[in-house]
């Protein structure tokens, strides 16, 4: 007998009968003699809908009084699946973050959860009940509050039980099949991967894959919880997200994945003096607008001026205020120009087979060259090599890459029209 | 400094708009010098959208699940609630039941409460903040469970943290300008009461007035919580439901306030047997129905047969279950017949006076006949007298006896349509 997590997202649970479809997949689940415990999100687009009534009320909603708003939302969609599953003669029991000792801290909208004591629901297992716990919500000792966990907090919810329950997987039910090779919206010959190391998906997330939040996969890392995610419209196996322990002699490709980003901006400083100290200086007037800087390059001086350019990537809506902050420090600083370009694409490799190969990035650069591709900027890791284009070639350049690092698919992938959240 | 409570109801939270027209009326009282604390119910129809959601789900919902889902109705207007207050700076903190500590029994959907401990409460208001909290709903201790309170669970709510605060006054919003002498959609010259008894409000709602619920008026009166009764859409003054104590010298006048019910039906049973125990054995058949019976009349024996009927009335969904509990106990009981009827009507006179008077009786019975109304039963308590009628005489009863007591308005009542809940 195992002890599996699932987690199903709001697309999963957006009316009676999703619900009630969802019902039967985690009964199913016990049916086969598992222990079953699930975190579940709100219904549909009702969080969306309850921050827009928030702000019908107030401009800038009080963070306390939003998260009191906003935890309502998976009571609805956990009393109504566990329900649905009684009414199919299983037990089950409903439990909020607090009930479910999901201690975080006192950081309303963005709480991080710091213990996880989950007693009643170790008690509902312990006497066959399938435990519904209300996903993204958490409860501060301290002030006695409700605090919720953020964006994506349902996947870290459920990652997070799994690692207080000691379980065998946390399964991330989503409106797609599993984790591609590439999004098969933008390259139909993508192939669904397996298995995964959460090293790989933690940079494929972090370079625009969008099926798994990143702090979810950053807490499995950390916990070593296997991860499957697979559709809740489907059977198959999905995608597995493992923890190879060192040594481990787990046979990995050089390319497992490539994710392709268009939500950032570049900003470019010139004419930099080529003196030291002058890159923390700039990125100390970055760092004070709470920007979230990606790939940062720096050109070589030439040595006739003595002056260098700087270029760095950012979330395109966090451009014009990074872009203000610089131009008010200018005379400081000492650069000549600023330039702002919204029409890039990031484009990353991610392989954890990288580590052993050398050549990948020839490998990559004469792709794009065949291709006609320009590259903008570079920047690696040990497991990743991310590359800057044009928006307009971007998808291009994913397919190109894709057939070159020999991940095309024999047919093209049918996955559910859906958000992937 | 006073302290009050104040209670919206449903329909006065119904959009983001109502909400901060509230916030303004609770600010207004705050500003004028007094500590607040609201109880809130659900907005709108949240609460029977959120029954039919879980009907949808399954046929019969567990009563913790249904708890558990109605419970975050007013997390959702409590909270809109408190972030409107703050946006006007004023302090303001939402409370659930739990927080606020309504402590119940653990009888789901229909909780009594059985302790309130408000220590959040008072250290909100000892901070200067406006407290808010969640109507309807409660929590077990023993359990750890979340409950609700039931119908006009709200009222009650307020009331009892009226009560355990020690509240000066507990102010019922509702959508019309207080209690009536009538309901004004059926006497256009009812009068608002400017005051009235709690025992005489209670008498008023077990017969049919809608305006306030007879548990929050049964909780007031036992814990000597003053109530207000008055609109939110309006700063008219109510009405002021009172707990005069013995030997308080109150002017009584001798008919409060009339009320008129649609609701019942009435059961005879014809040709009883006249032997003792046969009321008993009748009764004992009707219990087992948890049918609620209200009036009831035994005919005088007719010596010449030694048979007697027996006629009582019931809301009139529970008489076809009543009438074959008695045709499956025909023989035993042995009486002749059943007789069904739902066609009648109930006009209630109520007022604490009629103690200190006679002739009550005969100035309604002479109002009714002279306007060719037949009375079918009569039921009298020390300060009500209950007639049936047929159903539709009931109006015409109701504007004779208004008119005959002396309680008609100079002009016609102009209030707020509306459900009055």
Same mark, same amino acid.
């Given at each position: 007998m195992s002890l599996i997590v699932q987690k199903f997202g709001g697309s999963s649970v957006a009316d009676a009968e999703s619900i009630k479809r969802v019902a039967k997949r985690i009964v199913d689940t016990r049916k086969a003699g598992n222990d079953v415990v699930v975190a579940v999100s709100a219904m549909g687009d009702t969080t969306d809908e309850l921050i827009d009534l928030a702000h019908e009320v107030t401009p800038l909603p009080e963070p306390r009084e939003m998260d009191m708003l906003l935890?309502?939302?998976?009571?609805?969609?956990?009393?109504?699946?566990?329900? %649905? *599953?009684?009414?199919?003669?299983?037990?089950?029991?409903?439990?909020?973050?607090?009930?479910?000792?999901?201690?975080?801290?006192?950081?309303?909208? /963005?709480?991080?959860? $710091?213990? $996880?004591?989950?007693?009643? +629901?170790?008690e509902a297992l312990d006497?066959? %009940? +399938?435990?519904?716990? #209300?996903?993204?919500?958490?409860?501060? !000792?301290?002030? %006695?509050?409700?605090?919720?966990? @953020?964006? @994506?907090?349902?996947?870290?919810?459920?990652?997070? &039980?799994? /690692?207080?329950?000691?379980?065998?997987?946390?399964?991330?039910?989503?409106?797609?099949?599993g984790i591609y090779t590439m999004d098969p919206r933008v390259v139909p010959l993508a192939r669904k991967i397996d298995v995964?190391? /959460?090293?790989?998906? &933690?940079?494929? #997330?972090?370079?625009g894959a969008k099926v798994l939040y990143i702090r979810a996969v950053e807490f499995a890392r950390r916990h070593g919880v296997t991860l499957r995610v697979r559709s809740s419209f489907n059977s198959n196996e999905g995608t597995l997200v493992i923890n190879p322990k060192e040594g481990d002699t787990v046979e990995q490709p050089i390319v497992t994945g490539i994710a392709?980003?268009?939500?950032? #901006?570049?900003?470019? *400083?010139?004419? *930099?003096?080529? !003196?030291?100290?002058? /890159?923390?200086?700039?990125?100390?007037? $970055?760092?004070?607008?709470?920007?979230? $800087?990606?790939m940062i390059v720096q050109n070589v001086s030439a040595a006739a001026t003595g002056l260098t350019d700087i270029s760095f990537t950012l979330p395109k809506e966090q451009a014009q205020i990074v872009l203000q902050a610089l131009r008010s420090e200018q005379e400081d600083v000492g650069f000549t120009a600023l330039q702002h370009d919204d029409q890039i694409g990031k484009l990353a490799l991610v392989g954890a087979g990288m580590r052993a190969n050398s050549g990948v990035s020839a490998k990559l650069f004469e792709a794009l060259y065949d291709n006609g591709i320009n590259i903008d900027m570079i920047s690696t890791s040990e497991i990743r090599i991310s590359v800057?284009?044009?928006?307009?070639?971007?998808?291009?350049?994913?397919?190109a890459v894709h057939t070159a690092f020999g991940l095309d698919a024999e047919s093209v992938a049918i996955v559910h029209a859906g958000t992937g959240r």
């Amino acid at each position: 007998m195992s002890l599996i997590v699932q987690k199903f997202g709001g697309s999963s649970v957006a009316d009676a009968e999703s619900i009630k479809r969802v019902a039967k997949r985690i009964v199913d689940t016990r049916k086969a003699g598992n222990d079953v415990v699930v975190a579940v999100s709100a219904m549909g687009d009702t969080t969306d809908e309850l921050i827009d009534l928030a702000h019908e009320v107030t401009p800038l909603p009080e963070p306390r009084e939003m998260d009191m708003l906003l935890s309502s939302g998976e009571r609805i969609s956990m009393s109504l699946l566990a329900m %649905a *599953i009684k009414s199919m003669g299983y037990e089950a029991r409903s439990f909020t973050g607090m009930q479910a000792g999901m201690i975080t801290d006192a950081h309303h909208g /963005a709480a991080r959860i $710091v213990d $996880v004591t989950p007693v009643r +629901i170790r008690e509902a297992l312990d006497d066959g %009940a +399938i435990a519904i716990v #209300a996903g993204f919500q958490g409860f501060n !000792v301290d002030t %006695a509050e409700i605090t919720t966990l @953020g964006r @994506g907090g349902s996947d870290t919810t459920a990652v997070a &039980l799994a /690692a207080a329950l000691g379980a065998d997987v946390c399964e991330i039910y989503t409106d797609v099949d599993g984790i591609y090779t590439m999004d098969p919206r933008v390259v139909p010959l993508a192939r669904k991967i397996d298995v995964i190391t /959460a090293e790989e998906m &933690l940079e494929l #997330a972090a370079s625009g894959a969008k099926v798994l939040y990143i702090r979810a996969v950053e807490f499995a890392r950390r916990h070593g919880v296997t991860l499957r995610v697979r559709s809740s419209f489907n059977s198959n196996e999905g995608t597995l997200v493992i923890n190879p322990k060192e040594g481990d002699t787990v046979e990995q490709p050089i390319v497992t994945g490539i994710a392709t980003d268009l939500s950032e #901006a570049k900003i470019t *400083i010139v004419g *930099i003096p080529d !003196v030291p100290g002058k /890159a923390a200086q700039i990125f100390k007037i $970055v760092a004070k607008t709470d920007a979230n $800087v990606d790939m940062i390059v720096q050109n070589v001086s030439a040595a006739a001026t003595g002056l260098t350019d700087i270029s760095f990537t950012l979330p395109k809506e966090q451009a014009q205020i990074v872009l203000q902050a610089l131009r008010s420090e200018q005379e400081d600083v000492g650069f000549t120009a600023l330039q702002h370009d919204d029409q890039i694409g990031k484009l990353a490799l991610v392989g954890a087979g990288m580590r052993a190969n050398s050549g990948v990035s020839a490998k990559l650069f004469e792709a794009l060259y065949d291709n006609g591709i320009n590259i903008d900027m570079i920047s690696t890791s040990e497991i990743r090599i991310s590359v800057v284009t044009r928006a307009d070639t971007l998808e291009k350049a994913a397919r190109a890459v894709h057939t070159a690092f020999g991940l095309d698919a024999e047919s093209v992938a049918i996955v559910h029209a859906g958000t992937g959240r």
